[in-house]
């Protein structure tokens, strides 16, 4: 008698080899709450883009505690880099990170060249020093020592509004690959590097100048990452995987660190200018409590990665989306511009045109969808072309 597997299929789950949500860890090989926490994360960056723009403007305690929330969201990338620390010496950790590099070099060139002569077709042809300025800008470079508030124009060419953070990423990876193994092995010198690190950025703070490539938020990126690594040596992850979701103590550190997180954005915003090197309105020591506010946030989104990971077609979909979470961040403003230019004539004075809410979310659901397929698209050209044919 075989004997049946008691989780059903599902034909989604097959063919992009994710596991399902009812499987384990052990069994399936894969952490499927990681898979959707970068989902969500990726798709929060989307979202809080079609919004951010039109309040970031604003003082920071007259943006939405909510959307201040999301945007820190973004900080869970830093700490699952540090989460998922890769094995190997320090040269080999750099190489499996050579691919972000070869992107983000390669579409700083090629994506306002292409905008350029997109907008040339249309009609609607920019200057050549608007290129020349959106790349410099793509490549973190504009503005260059000089201080943060310095105001960048809207370049018509440029749609890397999302670059900066892979910048801080790559550059904060050459110190945290050489110092995590030594530093987490050791609570009282993760405690002081971590106290350094955060001096370290609010001194730049009160510097307060732009360094090459974003580098200036390289210590408080590494602060993150290092916690990510210390949640991974406690598998943090994997025993809220396995919790049960019926079992009020699974849902402690949650409650606990909603009431924290939202007394601390109350009496300390964090604003939506982290590009900026802005962490609250204390200058500096703001870095403080904005390294405790991000963690916050990044235990609440693995909660409810947990919860949508226990949700059938809503769970994979997300987890296809944090699958190519690399691509949408990249491409997607990218492509909205792109698709904007053919119906509009781009502004020189904001990023978008008038827009409504439906509209812009119209469009982003439809960007999402679109990169996703071509993502989709490509794995399957590339799985024909390195497969073998059969024999005949």
């Not at 920071?60 to 929330?69: F, H, K, V």
């Not at 960048?152 to 060419?157: A, D, E, I, R």
């Not at 953070?165 to 904060?172: D, N, T």
């Not at 230019?341 to 008038?354: E, G, K, R």
Request: hydrophobic share 55%; aromatic share 14%; glycine share 4%.
């Amino acid at each position: 008698m075989v004997k049946k597997n008691p989780i059903p299929s599902n034909p989604l789950l097959y063919r992009l080899k994710i596991p399902h949500p009812m499987e384990s860890y052990e069994t399936s090989g894969r952490l499927r709450t990681a898979d959707v926490l970068k989902g969500i994360l990726i798709l929060g960056i989307v979202f809080v883009h079609i919004f951010m723009l039109n309040e970031s403007g604003k003082p920071e305690r007259t943006i939405s505690p909510i959307l201040q929330c999301l945007y820190l969201g973004l900080i869970g990338f830093f700490v699952t880099s540090g989460y998922f620390l890769p094995s190997g010496n320090y040269t080999e950790k750099i190489k499996k990170r050579s691919k972000l590099l070869i992107v983000l070099t390669l579409c700083s060139l090629i994506f306002p060249v292409a905008l350029f002569l997109w907008l040339w077709v249309l009609g609607q042809p920019s200057t050549l020093d608007d290129l020349s300025f959106s790349i410099v800008r793509s490549f973190g470079n504009l503005n260059v020592f000089m201080p943060f508030d310095t105001p960048c124009p809207v370049n018509v060419c440029y749609s890397a509004y999302t670059h900066y953070f892979l910048w801080v990423m790559l550059g904060s990876f050459l110190i945290f690959y050489a110092i995590a193994d030594r530093v987490l092995a050791d609570l009282r010198l993760f405690a002081v590097v971590i106290t350094c690190l955060l001096l370290v950025e609010a001194v730049i703070t009160v510097i307060n100048l732009n360094l090459p490539f974003y580098s200036n938020l390289i210590p408080i990126s590494v602060a993150f990452m290092l916690f990510g690594a210390l949640l991974s040596q406690h598998k943090f992850l994997e025993i809220l995987e396995a919790a049960r979701i019926r079992s009020f103590k699974t849902w402690i550190p949650l409650i606990a660190s909603l009431v924290v997180l939202a007394f601390l954005v109350y009496l300390f915003p964090p604003g939506i200018t982290f590009d900026f090197n802005y962490f609250g309105e204390y200058g500096g020591l703001s870095a403080f409590p904005f390294l405790v506010e991000g963690l916050l946030v990044f235990v609440v989104f693995s909660y409810v990665s947990m919860i949508i990971a226990h949700i059938p077609i809503i769970s994979d979909i997300i987890s296809v989306c944090g699958k190519y979470c690399l691509a949408l961040a990249v491409i997607h403003v990218f492509v909205v511009r792109v698709i904007l230019a053919i119906f509009y004539t781009l502004p020189t004075d904001a990023i978008y045109p008038p827009l409504s809410t439906v509209q812009m979310l119209l469009l982003s659901v439809f960007d999402i969808g679109f990169i996703i397929a071509m993502c989709m698209l490509i794995d399957r050209w590339k799985a024909s072309y390195i497969s073998p044919s059969p024999s005949v």
